[in-house]
């Protein structure tokens, strides 16, 4: 089955392997008693450690008991388990130990199935020491680096995992700033008109809950939510003595009123993480039908959020009271709203807000008026 002297150790190899230490552990299966004891002198010499196994079953029994082998060696064995049942059942348990069969000639279609069946590599009888030290050291190395990269992927994955949470951790910091920024516009808003808040605020709770009932995903909410909070920041650069006027405008002041939508997206769009938010905000005033302001857009041109925003925002301005008019109840802005729907509204929206119970809209406000330092 093999020729050569078994105890001569000549390669540099073989003495780079005694010199290094190195003591890989290999399993030798075979039934036939000298071939399997002159294969592990063969390894012994040259620096491996080998321990040896008569059949499938023993050497399974080895590996059942939890040790560790670098490489596995095994004839196509004639026993209950046999060659290619031991290969199997060493996949399943240790798939990062390489196996080599050892066959002879007449074998070959047998290792070939075995190949298939997750081999390494093959050796066919007889064979030369140095046939065999080379197949070992190869099957070492393919070994060597299987762990080795998975080893690497496994860190990378940790160093992914260490960077997304310290990305999650910027971008929540981020989030937090832009809630700051969101206040601050509140804010300036406010010195202009202290309604203006409360009012930017219950638009904004109200949007919310209309968005929710439409199962909208929880960041396409908050993109919607900044949108509804500043969508009259444009007001900042509205005149007072209109903002402020009494009675109804003239068709001037309307016109003035009607460009808040515009300076409010020129306030937003310079800044990068706003866009979207600035699109709603320019877009709150459009109808449906295309009948609205400033750009007369209509159907799906206008924002998801611009449409959430404009029955929200005539649900508040309904059931608040104002300077020319008290305050009406929530089932009056349901059927003002339902009246104009698929004129100003989007009629999905409007069926969602209808579908809504009226409470939500009273505890809501409730909600809001009790907390004003609430952020968005």
């Given at each position: 089955?093999?020729?050569?002297?078994?105890?001569?150790?000549?390669?540099?190899?073989?003495?780079?392997?005694?010199?290094?230490?190195?003591?890989?552990?290999?399993?030798?299966?075979?039934?036939?008693?000298?071939?399997?004891?002159?294969?592990?002198?063969?390894?012994?010499?040259?620096?491996?450690?080998?321990?040896?196994?008569?059949?499938?079953?023993?050497?399974?029994?080895?590996?059942?008991?939890?040790?560790?082998?670098?490489?596995?060696?095994?004839?196509?064995?004639?026993?209950?388990?046999?060659?290619?049942?031991?290969?199997?059942?060493?996949?399943?348990?240790?798939?990062?130990?390489?196996?080599?069969?050892?066959?002879?000639?007449?074998?070959?279609?047998?290792?070939?199935?075995?190949?298939?069946?997750?081999?390494?590599?093959?050796?066919?009888?007889?064979?030369?020491?140095?046939?065999?030290?080379?197949?070992?050291?190869?099957?070492?190395?393919?070994?060597?680096?299987?762990?080795?990269?998975?080893?690497?992927?496994?860190?990378?994955?940790?160093?992914?995992?260490?960077?997304?949470?310290?990305?999650?951790?910027?971008?929540?910091?981020?989030?937090?700033?832009?809630?700051?920024?969101?206040?601050?516009?509140?804010?300036?808003?406010?010195?202009?008109?202290?309604?203006?808040?409360?009012?930017?605020?219950?638009?904004?709770?109200?949007?919310?809950?209309?968005?929710?009932?439409?199962?909208?995903?929880?960041?396409?909410?908050?993109?919607?939510?900044?949108?509804?909070?500043?969508?009259?920041?444009?007001?900042?650069?509205?005149?007072?003595?209109?903002?402020?006027?009494?009675?109804?405008?003239?068709?001037?002041?309307?016109?003035?009123?009607?460009?808040?939508?515009?300076?409010?997206?020129?306030?937003?769009?310079?800044?990068?993480?706003?866009?979207?938010?600035?699109?709603?905000?320019?877009?709150?005033?459009?109808h449906y039908d295309g009948t609205g302001y400033p750009r007369r857009l209509k159907g799906e041109q206008i924002p998801l959020g611009a449409r959430?925003?404009?029955?929200?925002?005539?649900?508040?301005?309904?059931?608040?009271?104002?300077?020319?008019?008290?305050?009406?109840?929530?089932?009056?802005?349901?059927?003002?709203?339902?009246?104009?729907?698929?004129?100003?509204?989007?009629?999905?929206?409007?069926?969602?807000?209808?579908?809504?119970?009226?409470?939500?809209?009273?505890?809501?406000?409730?909600?809001?008026?009790?907390?004003?330092?609430?952020?968005?």
């Open positions: 089955m093999y020729s050569g002297n078994s105890g001569r150790v000549t390669t540099a190899a073989d003495y780079d392997a005694t010199l290094s230490g190195m003591k890989e552990r290999i399993l030798v299966v075979n039934d036939d008693d000298p071939i399997r004891e002159i294969i592990c002198s063969m390894l012994t010499a040259a620096g491996y450690q080998c321990r040896e196994a008569t059949g499938g079953l023993n050497a399974l029994s080895l590996l059942l008991e939890s040790e560790e082998f670098d490489l596995i060696i095994t004839d196509v064995l004639n026993d209950e388990l046999g060659g290619i049942g031991l290969l199997e059942r060493t996949k399943e348990s240790h798939p990062d130990t390489p196996v080599v069969m050892v066959t002879a000639v007449h074998d070959i279609s047998v290792v070939l199935v075995a190949i298939r069946k997750g081999a390494y590599d093959y050796l066919l009888t007889p064979f030369e020491r140095e046939q065999l030290l080379t197949m070992v050291r190869r099957a070492l190395e393919h070994r060597r680096l299987k762990l080795e990269n998975r080893k690497y992927q496994m860190e990378l994955e940790r160093m992914v995992d260490i960077r997304t949470g310290q990305l999650q951790m910027a971008m929540d910091n981020l989030e937090r700033s832009y809630d700051i920024t969101l206040e601050g516009f509140g804010c300036a808003l406010a010195l202009k008109n202290a309604d203006m808040q409360f009012h930017s605020k219950r638009v904004t709770g109200f949007t919310i809950g209309i968005a929710r009932a439409m199962g909208l995903p929880r960041d396409q909410i908050a993109v919607i939510s900044r949108g509804a909070f500043l969508h009259d920041i444009g007001k900042i650069a509205t005149p007072d003595a209109i903002l402020r006027k009494p009675g109804k405008l003239n068709s001037d002041e309307i016109i003035e009123m009607r460009e808040h939508c515009y300076h409010g997206y020129q306030i937003l769009k310079k800044i990068p993480s706003l866009k979207n938010v600035a699109d709603i905000v320019y877009s709150h005033h459009e959430l925003v404009a029955v929200a925002n005539t649900l508040d301005a309904i059931t608040s009271d104002h300077c020319y008019r008290a305050a009406q109840s929530v089932e009056a802005a349901r059927e003002e709203i339902q009246r104009w729907s698929e004129r100003q509204f989007d009629p999905d929206v409007v069926r969602t807000f209808l579908s809504m119970p009226e409470s939500i809209w009273r505890d809501l406000r409730r909600g809001i008026e009790s907390t004003p330092t609430t952020s968005v």
